[in-house]
T-cell receptor, first 114, second 113 residues
Framework: SAVISQKPSRDICQRGTSLTIQCQVD?????MFWYRQQPGQSLTLIAT?????????ESGFVIDKFPISRPNLTFSTLTVSNMSPEDSSIYLC???????????FGSGTRLTVV | GNSVTQMEGPVTLSEEAFLTINCTYT??????LFWYVQYPGEGLQLLLK?????DKGSNKGFEATYRKETTSFHLEKGSVQVSDSAVYFC????????????FGGGTRVLVKP
């Protein structure tokens, strides 16, 4: 299965600023997924990022708040824009979807907005 | 739409006790089913999976069987260790293009020595 390097692992940010999270995969993958995990909660899919096309956002998430880039088949970024304390969460990227190896997750970015 | 329901935690056990975490799902067709584990301060790791009815996934002493008739995928381990303390997530994915995971709410397990 793929190996994902996600960074930063954690950050403390001021409200009103933006943070860009990076995910690097050790192999080419078609789809990458970005999730949010609010404190004590399960994972919620933010968007699916395909190379060469705009990301597809889930209900409740918009591009202006969570812009995503996917410049090639091994890399993606998620930006959390104009942050507020409510954005404090763990953000995770994921790749996969093939039945033979399931989905692999990055180690997550623990974001605290103060 | 698709959904996954799993028992709420926290579940507190003594070492060497038997662990069961119930998971049921709602989906069209025959999805693939997964259990993920999240250790404190870490990301998600795939624990086991099953892709068709009656398949049994197993790993690290954990087992789960894909039960189509009861739409269930319960996780079991016969003898837990303190190191099994974590949050466990049940998830499903439809077998279709653009498929994506739907997660249950997670179950926190605490194993005491």
């Amino acid at each position: 299965s793929a190996v994902i390097s996600q960074k930063p692992s954690r950050d403390i940010c001021q409200r009103g600023t933006s943070l860009t999270i990076q995910c690097q995969v050790d192999s080419q993958v078609t789809m990458m997924f970005w999730y949010r995990q609010q404190p004590g909660q399960s994972l919620t899919l933010i968007a699916t990022a395909n190379q060469g096309s705009e990301a597809t956002y889930e209900s409740g998430f918009v591009i202006d708040k969570f812009p995503i880039s996917r410049p090639n088949l091994t890399f993606s970024t998620l930006t959390v824009s104009n942050m507020s304390p409510e954005d404090s969460s763990i953000y995770l990227c994921s790749v996969g979807g093939r039945e033979d190896y399931g989905y692999t997750f990055g180690s997550g970015t623990r974001l605290t907005v103060v | 739409g698709n959904s996954v329901t799993q028992m709420e935690g926290p579940v507190t056990l003594s070492e060497e006790a038997f662990l069961t975490i119930n998971c049921t799902y709602t989906a069209t067709g025959y999805p693939s089913l997964f259990w993920y584990v999240q250790y404190p301060g870490e990301g998600l790791q795939l624990l086991l999976k099953a892709t068709k009815a009656d398949d049994k996934g197993s790993n690290k002493g954990f087992e789960a069987t894909y039960r189509k008739e009861t739409t269930s995928f319960h996780l079991e381990k016969g003898s837990v260790q303190v190191s099994d303390s974590a949050v466990y997530f049940c998830a499903l994915s439809p077998k279709a293009a653009g498929n994506k995971l739907t997660f249950g709410g997670g179950t926190r397990v605490l194993v005491k020595p």
